[in-house]
């Protein structure tokens, strides 16, 4: 029998306290159940980190939010942040390629444009002119998932990949264009492809349906949003609200164990966290998938299995500070980096010059991150700090022409801190929640299965909150396409 909120306050615990972790926590308390929050290491938020550089705040990790979606948005205005919720100040961002900074090209979905003008100035005249041939080429079946970078190279060149679809897929799951499935990365595009010969029109189909929300309201409001002092504050809300709400937080409480018992003819859960035993009604694992498989291998092996083959890419963030006096940049948010190009930064962005508020806190301080790291490169992120920070000046010297010395540096490395998303993902994931189905009360959640972005992981929880209350409602195919990992450099 599930944890339910109208036979008393059922226990439930959740595994892991990053923001997928605490919005299920703050869901099910919010519905009248008793929960407990167990995380591993000593703090919560995860990937959400919040941090100082030269007395300004900055965030650590991901930097800002889908507004378009509502999760993210919504919870934050639960927890008491609406009035600190900011856009960027500019979303003007750039690519550096062929030796230059060029303008971000407009009227593209993830890199794939609706007709070759699109992306004039980055790509070569002959690379424009294959992606004219679109219109001519007999229908690419797509089957039940391709990789983005497959599909589009086949319909519009490789030339379109290597130099936009690789660099904006990079910026958010730091894997390969070639191998991400297009189903769970770029749903929108998955569907419209199926349903168009030709992708540049599947793509112009896109694109007027926005235009018609846009004209309808719908879409009304900023594409991105972060908090005042930086996305990271959001999981400490939830955190604290969790705490109102009676919820209790262990942090550095690693669970080592997890099993069924019979508690009066209906299944409960025991959870070990070292000399502790709790026992629950439901269990909510929001770790990442080693976690949850090492933890599952005794009751579902078979869902162990799955979760033991999901890869994870690894990548490092160098932060910045300069003396802004005699310091210039380029204008707008930042820029993106196609690996083809052979750079070792994938992106950097321009913090200063995106959130107003870091700009505000020191007028005479200026904050830029460089992200390295993408799934297969483990060289780079082999290097000491000091070494990661001179490659990035390095980087940033020719890209911009910033000489100046920092005032002040930071390394956070997030090792296999981003789920990879093979063709097929969609169906692994569908295969683990099939197998935890058969154990009640039992649900998985988290940036492994819907997607990597914050408003993707907040559903996820929502969707385990509701499996473990029998609420089946909700259980849908979450992932609805490419949001800002923790890396994401430049402006979106």
């Known amino acids: 029998m599930s944890a339910t909120g109208s036979a008393g306050r059922g226990h439930v615990v959740v595994v892991g306290a990053g923001i997928a972790g605490l919005a299920a926590a703050h869901r099910l308390l919010r519905r009248g159940l008793r929960v407990t929050v167990l995380e591993a290491s000593e703090r919560v938020g995860g990937k959400l980190l919040p941090g100082e550089i030269a007395g300004v705040r900055v965030d650590l990790g991901a930097e800002s939010m889908l507004a378009r979606r509502p999760e993210a948005v919504d919870l934050a205005r639960e927890v008491g ?8 100040a500019t979303a003007s961002a750039s690519l550096w390629t062929r030796g230059a900074l ?18 004039a100035g980055v790509l070569s005249d002959e690379g424009l002119a294959r992606i004219e041939r679109d219109a001519e080429l007999p229908r690419t ?21 290597d130099r936009l679809v690789e660099p904006l897929l990079g ?20 569907q419209a492809a199926r349903a168009h010969d030709s992708l540049t029109e599947a793509v112009r189909d896109i694109q007027a349906r926005a235009a018609a929300g846009q004209a309808s309201g719908q879409a009304a409001g900023p594409v991105f949003l972060g908090v005042e002092g930086g ?108 690996p083809v190009d052979g750079r070792t930064i994938k992106a950097s962005t321009f913090a200063s010059q995106k959130w107003g508020w870091i700009a505000d806190e020191d007028p005479d301080v200026l904050v830029l991150r460089a992200s390295v790291g993408r799934y297969g490169e483990t060289e780079v992120l082999g290097r000491e700090d000091d070494e990661l920070v001179e490659v990035a000046r390095a980087d940033l010297r020719e890209a911009t022409g910033l000489a100046a010395t920092p005032v002040a540096t930071r390394v ?39 997607g990597v972005g914050i408003p993707a992981c907040i559903a996820s929880a929502y969707e385990a909150a509701d499996r473990v209350q029998d609420r089946p409602g909700t259980v849908q195919e979450l992932t609805t396409g490419p949001v800002p990992g923790p890396h994401r450099g430049a402006g979106e």
Not at 81 to 88: A, G, I
Not at 103 to 119: I, Q, Y
Not at 171 to 190: E, T
Request: proline share 7%.
């Open 231 to 338: 996305v990271g504050r959001l999981p400490l809300a939830v955190a604290d609200a969790v705490r109102a709400h009676g919820g209790e937080i262990l942090t550095g409480a690693p669970v080592t164990g997890l099993r069924r018992e019979d508690d009066g003819g209906r299944t409960a859960w025991r959870v070990t966290t070292g000399d502790r035993v709790l026992h629950a009604d439901a269990v909510i694992l929001a770790a990442p998938a080693p976690v949850a498989a090492r933890l599952l291998r005794g009751e579902s092996p078979e869902a162990a299995a799955e979760l033991d083959a999901v890869e994870y890419a690894s990548m490092a963030l160098i932060t910045l500070a300069y003396r802004r006096a005699g310091t210039a940049l380029p204008q707008g948010s930042g820029f993106l980096v196609p």
């Open 102 to 119: 060029r303008p971000m090209p407009k009227g593209h979905v993830m890199g794939v444009p609706g007709n070759a003008s699109a992306l």
């Open 81 to 88: 942040l609406s009035d600190e919720l900011r856009p960027p």
């Open 171 to 190: 910026g958010v799951y730091a894997g390969d264009a070639y191998r991400i499935s297009m189903r769970a990365a770029v749903p929108q595009l998955f």
């Open 412 to 450: 956070t490395r997030w090792t296999d801190g981003l789920p990879q998303y093979p063709v097929g993902h969609h169906t692994r994931v569908a295969r683990v929640r099939e197998h935890l189905g058969k154990l009640p009360g039992l649900a998985v959640c988290g940036a492994a299965y819907d």
């Open 141 to 161: 079946e797509i089957g039940d998932d391709v990789a983005v970078g497959e599909y589009v190279a086949r319909r519009l060149g490789r030339e379109v990949v």
